[in-house]
């Protein structure tokens, strides 16, 4: 069972910027996608941002211009470069990373915490 572990979370004043990484346990083959989701208190998960196989990304629209995704297939890593961040980006982020035809994992998340 691949394991991903997320890091670099923490507490941040708004107009700050924090880097989340992303990190398997073994090298993954076949990635299709590498993807972070985020969860608020009472709230659903929600989609933050993707980077496919081939290079291209996809972002939440509250996410565009503001948060950069990146990913290494090799290295089986994605990080997540959030910058302007505001309060309301406040959850725990969390990896999840595709590959094969149906085969994904999930991290056990980090928790961003933007004080206005």
């Known amino acids: 069972q691949v394991k991903l572990v997320e890091s670099g979370g923490g507490l941040v004043q708004a107009g700050g910027s924090l880097k989340l990484s992303c990190t398997a346990s073994e090298r993954i083959f076949s990635i299709s996608a590498m993807k972070w989701y985020r969860q608020a208190p009472g709230k659903q998960r929600e989609f933050v941002a993707a980077v496919y196989s081939g290079g291209s990304t996809n972002y939440a629209d509250f996410v565009k211009g503001r948060f950069t995704i990146s990913g290494d297939n090799a290295k089986s890593t994605v990080s997540l470069q959030m910058n302007s961040l505001k309060p309301e980006d406040s959850a725990v982020y969390y990896c999840?990373?595709?590959?094969?035809?149906?085969?994904?994992?999930w991290g056990q998340g980090t928790q961003v915490t933007v004080s206005s």
């Open positions: 999840n990373v595709n590959w094969g035809m149906v085969s994904d994992s």
